[in-house]
């Protein structure tokens, strides 16, 4: 999950606030410091994790002033299937038609 987080954080680097939602299994993984950890790799001066159950583990959604960075691992899939049909992704929790 860091690797993924790292990713992310990288993509938003100079934003003035950053809010990272994951799943709070994985945020212990990342341990006590895991704002400190946002807040370093983008440069920003609020950087802080928010425990969501709703973000799958090993994913995570990254929110600034701009907008949402959507690294779930159900949306990665999404985009990946996406691309070797070559249409446009489908939505987490939506089917694709049989």
Partial sequence: VREVVVDVLRLVAGEEEVTLRMNPADEAVLGDNAD???????????????G???V???????????GEIDARVE??????AAELRGGDPVPPNEETPS
């Fill in 36 to 50: 400190d950890l946002v807040s370093r790799l983008t440069t920003c001066a609020r950087g802080r994790i928010v």
């Fill in 52 to 54: 969501d159950e709703s």
């Fill in 56 to 66: 799958e583990r090993g994913g995570c959604v990254v929110r600034t002033r701009h």
């Fill in 75 to 80: 949306s990665q899939l999404g985009r990946i």
